[in-house]
């Protein structure tokens, strides 16, 4: 704290991100990244792009990723106006807090959701109220509708639960609500859901949000991108322009493009992480674990009778690190992002030496 600070500086929470480990012999299994490589087609245009170029701005309408998105849902008359880009979904989706949802009314999202929305709210000093989701961590759209709401956010599947709240009920919750923008999160979609953007033609109030950084894995590039109404894709570009006008640099256009396209690569390693995901469920559940149904790149799973934090801290100390919340609701939970099959092998192998070792908590 300082006096230089503004109010606004001295009352945030800043979000705090997972830890990203300096060691290199860890099995890092806590912020959801990718274990197979980006797409071979994306390395050779950033390679490409090395050069002398670098001299020169970058295109700061990021126009040939935004040609490249609306190609690839053309079939849902999307167009590069319906398409907004960022340097991490993190920033599009700051953007779209700013933009979208400063209103008199307060923001809803779920209580155990993404935690940078709160600190967005902070920021924008934006009034939320967080709903709950039902005992089984599951969201009901009706918590969502007959209420007044500034607007509308939620991670589909969630963050960091991984459960999924079908199409026709993202319709019912964005029909339901006409006068405010519903922002659909779908960072991990590619995992395990249908995508909302079909929807993006007949709704002008939702955005869609999806990132690079978990199915594309360039979680190290930054590009982020949202979909939606091009009313809603030009309060977008008014923040950006008044705030960074080149949010995406010289290669992350370049390789973002080329991974968009490289639709091969992204089958392929997308259904080596969802097989690898079915192996890690079934292998927890043999141990014990109660695992909640995972629409994405990672499990949330909790032990009946062995605290969330004791087993995290023993899986660290073997050079394991798995993500654990202190928040109550979900303090008995480890997330645990997909790995490898050797990475998963070893996490299960870890699990199951200290369950027989550990005394049981409850
Ligand atoms: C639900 C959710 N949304 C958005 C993001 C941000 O992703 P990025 O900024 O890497 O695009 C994450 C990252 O983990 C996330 O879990």
Redesign the pocket.
């Known amino acids: 704290m300082s006096k230089f600070w503004s109010p606004v500086v001295s009352r945030l929470t800043p979000y705090t991100p997972?830890e990203q480990p300096k060691l290199s012999k860890l099995v890092k299994l806590n912020?959801?990244e990718n274990p197979y490589g980006p797409s071979p087609l994306a390395l050779a245009a950033m390679s490409a792009e090395l050069g002398d170029n670098l001299r020169l701005y970058p295109n700061p309408d990021a126009e040939p990723l935004k040609l490249a998105l609306a190609e690839q849902n053309a079939a849902h008359g999307i167009t590069p106006a319906h398409v907004f880009v960022g340097n991490?979904?993190?920033?599009?989706?700051a953007h779209a807090f700013q933009a979208l949802m400063q209103h008199e009314q307060a923001i809803l999202f779920p209580d155990i959701?993404?935690s940078?929305y709160p600190t967005y709210c902070g920021l924008y000093q934006i009034a939320h109220r967080m709903v709950p989701l039902a005992e089984d961590f599951t969201l009901r759209v009706d918590d969502y509708l007959n209420t007044p709401a500034g607007g509308i956010i939620f991670?589909n599947p969630n963050?960091p639960t991984g459960c999924l709240l079908l199409l026709d009920e993202v319709e019912r919750l964005v029909a339901g609500q006409p006068d405010c923008v519903v922002i659909v999160?779908e960072?991990?979609v590619d995992f395990g859901g249908d995508s909302a953007i079909p929807l993006v033609a007949r709704y002008p109030n939702l955005l869609v949000?999806q990132?690079?950084?978990?199915s594309r894995s360039l979680?190290g590039l930054?590009?982020?991108f949202a979909i939606g109404h091009p009313d809603l894709i030009t309060a977008l570009e008014r923040v950006k322009n008044s705030f960074n006008s080149y949010p995406l640099d010289r290669m992350a256009i370049v390789g973002a493009t080329a991974a968009i396209k490289d639709q091969a690569h992204f089958d392929k390693t997308r259904q080596a992480v969802i097989a690898s995901r079915e192996h890690l469920v079934g292998g927890l559940a043999a141990l014990g674990f109660d695992v909640l149904p995972s629409a994405a790149n990672f499990v949330f799973a909790r032990h009946p009778r062995h605290d969330g934090a004791k087993l995290a801290a023993r899986l660290r100390a073997d050079g394991i690190i798995v993500r654990h919340f202190g928040s109550a609701r979900i303090a008995q939970f480890l997330r645990i992002t997909v790995g490898t099959d050797e990475a998963c092998q070893a996490l299960l192998d870890a699990l199951q030496a200290h369950l027989e070792d550990m005394p049981v908590d409850f």
Do not use: C, I
């Open positions: 997972g912020t959801n991490g979904s993190d920033e599009v989706l959701s993404y940078f991670p963050a999160d960072a991990y949000v990132t690079l950084s978990k979680a930054r590009v982020g």
